[in-house]
């Protein structure tokens, strides 16, 4: 069994060729046209024809169509691939009922209710970077949604500029050289040398996480929420706080049952949620 799976996101699009075991036996990654989606398969393929090809591709690739003599590409929402990768061979495995919230550049998250992604009425479940988590109505709200806007890689990076901007003194410019060039990295850098600005923004970042995992876990009860995605890095500083944010937030009864993990997957986790959902289809 060779199984293509192709996370096209904008200008950072990833693949992976794997097993029916979930062995990943190729990696690759290139831009996010429609012509790159095409080029990445076929660097994929490594001059075999695949068994099965799934995409997730909640915006770039979604007209793809099938490569001559190739199986039909299976579309699938980038939310649903994560879910799918973490019940198979990732940190919800076993579970028939789990959340993956995956953050980093984009917010997406993926629900898997009675061992099946849910993919909502319009094939839009899990559009989790609009979950309205405060009631002011800033205009990068309205852009990119609530949470997306307090919690991808650019609102963490924002949010330690505008302090800085406000007057508040932090090491983190002068190792990111600019306000412009401030990165999630350069803040969870700065929190972790102690530096009291930064430290303040991560403790915002997780309550802005804690509060997303209780609303999506108070409405499905899952067994497990896995969050995903570049945040994973800085596990050693937001585990613990995301889990008591989450916990005081929760009825006892789902709160002292919810498991939570970090997911170990890594860049390919959609990728290779697609290409399992391919695999499962076909």
């Known amino acids: 069994m060779l199984a293509l799976g192709i996370d096209a996101w904008d200008s950072a699009t990833r693949g992976v060729a794997v097993d029916a075991q979930g062995k990943v036996l190729r990696r690759a990654r290139n831009d996010g046209t ?6 990445l398969l076929n660097e994929l393929a490594a001059g075999h024809r695949p068994d099965t090809v799934g995409v997730a591709a909640d915006t770039a690739g979604a007209g793809l169509g099938a490569v001559e003599g190739w199986p039909v590409p299976l579309i699938c929402t980038s939310g649903a691939a994560a879910v799918v990768a973490e019940s198979w061979i990732g940190a919800a495995v076993g579970a028939r009922d789990a959340v993956c919230l995956v953050i980093g550049d984009r917010v997406i998250a993926g629900l898997m209710l009675n061992n099946a992604p849910w993919l909502g009425a319009h094939g839009l479940a899990g559009a989790a970077a609009w979950f309205a988590l405060n009631p002011v109505e800033r205009q990068d709200y309205r852009k990119f949604g609530n949470l997306a806007a307090e919690v991808s890689s650019d609102g963490i ?3 330690l500029a505008w302090r800085v901007q406000a007057g508040d003194e932090s ?3 002068e ?3 600019s306000l412009d060039a401030i990165t999630a990295a350069h803040v969870f850098e700065g929190a972790r040398r102690g530096d009291g600005v930064a430290i303040s923004v991560v403790r915002e970042t997780a309550k802005y996480i804690g509060m997303a995992i209780a609303n999506m876990a108070s409405l499905i009860d ?5 969050l995903g995605g570049p945040i994973a890095d800085a596990r050693d500083l937001l585990l613990e706080p995301i889990r008591q944010e989450f916990a005081r937030r929760l009825p006892a009864g789902i709160a002292q049952q919810l498991r939570f ?7 390919h986790a959609v990728a290779t949620g697609a290409a399992r959902l391919a695999m499962v289809a076909g």
């Open 171 to 173: 090491m983190v410019i």
């Open 34 to 39: 429609e012509s790159g989606v095409r080029t």
């Open 175 to 177: 190792r990111a050289g």
């Open 261 to 267: 993990a970090i997911s170990d997957l890594g860049e």
């Open 157 to 159: 990076a924002r949010r």
């Open 222 to 226: 899952p067994e497990i929420v896995v």
